[in-house]
């Protein structure tokens, strides 16, 4: 059979519904069509000489920090879920230092949509951890009655969104066409409604945004599955005041291909990773609204430090080493690069406690 590109499949998939599709199954399509969407592919996507670097590839140090506040809330015979796991790096970080602290989980669940990345991880984790490969445990569906900790770095941004514009009096969906063979962008004719999202209706003509029902859709499943534990999402994002910023008037969607952003999603389809930044207020409202009671809401750079990240600097004794650790920890922290772009969340089921993750800082007044 002959090959058919992913570009031509989404354009076949527009054709024949005879009408524009959401940018969400666009999104959908194009990150997570099976071996050629960009996730599911086997393109190199993280590191250098991918398309974007993430904490845990910018640094060990973000998983042990990380590991830290695991240990402070994980109980005996707990385990740790981690949703999208890129190349593994952040489990392996995490595990790592869980040993060293005394305090592994008895499983560390991994959830990915992508086979080709579940590869990768077990052979990022069989290379450094062999010990260890056996508590790891690769899931394709939500295991049932989780206690322990959830943890999601740079997954929300990847989650399908839709995408808003504002006409005269509603905001409508912006969808994808296919016009004279190219992709392109076109408003549904009718209003977008969802009682559950919060839009900026003062916005003028024009004004794009995004909301992301299914991130909001995958707490409340969340919500079923937790007996009891900790959940940690670490994106970039903002609160709803600053997500709607009237100068934010083209939204939040990037596109990064080689580590070039752009915001054409049309162009490399299945080639570049397209995202869109989180809105944390309406994770955070879908979080209260499932059942779980908001624990913290911090920059990165404060969690990070709020959990003793330095420590590591201070601990290193070769002086090579640590001029290079100085630098990752700069990259993490400060403003601008990580440290204020990005920000963790934190809620809670049937636990209280209080997170020394938020110790310097917690700003859910904000959200
Ligand atoms: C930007 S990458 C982040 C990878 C990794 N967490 C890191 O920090 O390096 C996004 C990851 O989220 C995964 N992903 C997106 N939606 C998901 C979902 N609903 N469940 C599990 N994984 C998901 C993708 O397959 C991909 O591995």
């Known amino acids: 059979m002959a090959f058919v590109s992913l570009e031509q499949i989404i354009k076949d998939t527009i054709i024949q519904k005879a009408s524009p599709i959401g ?6 399509l194009a990150l997570y069509y099976p071996a050629q969407g960009y996730y599911s592919g086997g393109a190199q996507k993280f590191g250098e000489r991918g398309d974007f670097i993430t904490a845990p590839e910018t640094s060990d140090l973000f998983g042990y920090t990380l590991a830290r506040q695991c240990a402070q809330v994980l109980r005996d015979g707990q385990d740790i879920l981690e949703f999208g ?8 970080q995490i595990l790592f230092e869980l040993g060293r602290l005394g305090s592994l989980p008895k499983k560390y669940y991994i959830l990915e949509l992508s086979a080709e990345l579940q590869q990768r991880q077990k052979e990022t984790i069989n290379k450094v951890l062999p010990e260890l490969i056996e508590r790891v445990v690769w899931l394709n569906t939500l295991p049932q009655n989780f206690s322990g900790v959830v943890i999601a770095n740079e997954v929300l941004d990847a989650m399908p969104a839709k995408r ?4 005269a009096d509603h905001f409508s969906e912006l969808g994808v066409d296919c016009q004279s063979d190219q992709l392109s962008w076109q408003p549904f004719d009718h ?8 839009l900026p209706n003062e916005a003028g003509v024009g004004y ?3 909301v992301n029902e299914r991130a909001m859709a995958w707490i409340d499943s969340l919500s079923e599955i937790i007996d009891e534990g900790l959940v940690l999402l670490i994106d970039y994002g903002m609160g709803r005041k600053e997500y709607f910023h009237p100068q934010r008037f083209e939204g939040t969607l990037r596109c990064y291909y080689q580590h070039k952003a752009s915001d054409d999603p049309f162009k490399h389809v299945g080639k570049q990773d397209i995202t869109t930044s989180v809105n944390f207020s309406d994770m955070a409202d879908q979080a ?3 059942g779980f009671k908001i624990a913290g809401y911090a920059t990165q750079a404060m969690f990070l430090i709020s959990l003793g990240i330095d420590e590591y600097l201070l601990a290193e004794t070769d002086e090579n080493r640590r001029v290079s650790l100085a630098q990752q920890i700069k990259q993490l922290v400060l403003p601008s690069a990580m440290g204020e772009s990005f920000k963790v969340l934190a809620f809670t089921k049937n636990r209280q406690v209080k997170l020394n993750g938020f110790k310097e800082q917690d700003l859910t007044h904000k959200l």
Request: no cysteine.
């Open 164 to 167: 808003l514009i504002k006409q």
């Open 23 to 28: 940018f969400d199954e666009f999104m959908d």
């Open 288 to 290: 209260k609204n499932s």
């Open 208 to 210: 794009t945004t995004e």
């Open 85 to 92: 796991a890129g190349s593994g790096v952040l489990a392996a």
């Open 191 to 198: 209003a977008y409604t969802n009682d559950k999202m919060l």
